[in-house]
């Protein structure tokens, strides 16, 4: 029996992402367990940039509750992920978790080409932002298969379902998770089949998903041209073992160039006045002997 994992962005509990997930594990029609994890009530600290992780098979310093996380995440068949929008993007919840992700990359083998399907969510229709960007953003990195992303609208815990179009859209989702992709309603991008791009002027694009620069002509059609960089992350296994390879190179050059860069840093040691977290009073809230 297939497992599914479902990873909710929203603190909220039985909120529209928590139902959205629910829901298309519903419609899925293979026989499947689906194991569901709350971001916000796990311990996850940020990442402190030191690499240790890519050299130690994973294992990051940091002693927190990440590897429940990553654990769920390897035993998992495929992936369904939601989040809501937050200020015109995606709650923090899964960049603070990719954040992260260096210490995944020594399982390209066990990660790679997972089914994985995303669900914005957002209160006010149109107002969604860049949400699904950032869910594309985070499933690329997790190195899965992304077959269907969605925004829903709905404000209030459950208001997603006063539109019943939404099942529809959720029903398709959970097709496409053991079955094709949907295709893309937009203009997509050639090397990714990201559909957000930042306009450069002079017809150059760069698109925001795999950040390839390219061309776009529109003789009917927008046609867009983009063509991989030398240097991609996760377009391919071989990319994302190189990528990890090059990660790991930064080590031998952080070594030869160490005093150089000592040079550099050190000059501004002592520059600005820190602020740091100051010392909380007592809340009242503990209990009195
Ligand atoms: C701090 C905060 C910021 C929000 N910002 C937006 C926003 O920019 N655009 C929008 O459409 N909805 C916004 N919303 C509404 C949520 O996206 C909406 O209530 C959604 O249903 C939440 O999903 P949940 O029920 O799974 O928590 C915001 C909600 C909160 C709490």
């Not at 499947?32 to 994890?37: D, G, N, S, W």
């Not at 997603?160 to 989702?173: G, M, P, R, Y």
Request: hydrophobic letters at 35%.
């Amino acid at each position: 029996m297939k497992t599914i994992l479902g990873i909710i962005g929203s603190p909220r509990k039985l909120g529209n992402c928590e139902i959205a997930v629910k829901a298309v594990s519903r419609y899925i029609r293979q026989p499947h367990e689906l194991k569901i994890l709350r971001i916000s009530d796990f311990d996850i600290r940020p990442c402190r940039g030191c690499y240790t992780c890519l050299f130690k098979e994973g294992r990051c310093v940091i002693q927190d509750d990440l590897p429940d996380i990553w654990e769920a995440l390897f035993e998992a068949d495929a992936l369904i992920v939601a989040a809501p929008t937050y200020f015109l993007g995606p709650n923090a919840t899964l960049k603070h978790l990719l954040d992260r992700g260096l210490s995944l990359l020594p399982h390209i083998e066990t990660l790679w080409g997972k089914p994985a399907v995303g669900i914005g969510i957002a209160g006010i229709p149109g107002k969604e932002g860049y949400t699904l960007l950032g869910i594309q953003n985070f499933l690329r990195f997790l190195l899965t298969h992304i077959k269907g992303c969605e925004i829903l609208y709905g404000a209030l815990p459950g208001e997603i379902f006063f539109n019943k179009d939404n099942e529809t859209v959720l029903s398709n989702l959970a097709s496409s998770l053991f079955g094709s992709a949907l295709a893309s309603k937009s203009p997509t991008c050639p090397v990714c089949g990201g559909d957000t791009f930042r306009f450069m002027g002079d017809g150059r694009i760069r698109c925001m998903l795999c950040s390839n620069p390219g061309t776009f002509r529109k003789e009917g059609p927008v046609f867009f041209d983009i063509c991989p960089g030398s240097h991609e992350m996760f377009l391919s296994k071989e990319s994302a073992v190189k990528h990890s390879e090059w990660l790991k190179g930064m080590k031998a050059r952080f070594l030869e160039q160490k005093n150089q860069l000592k040079k550099i840093t050190i000059d501004y040691l002592k520059d600005g006045t820190w602020i740091k977290p100051s010392t909380r009073e007592d809340t009242g809230n503990a209990e009195k002997p």
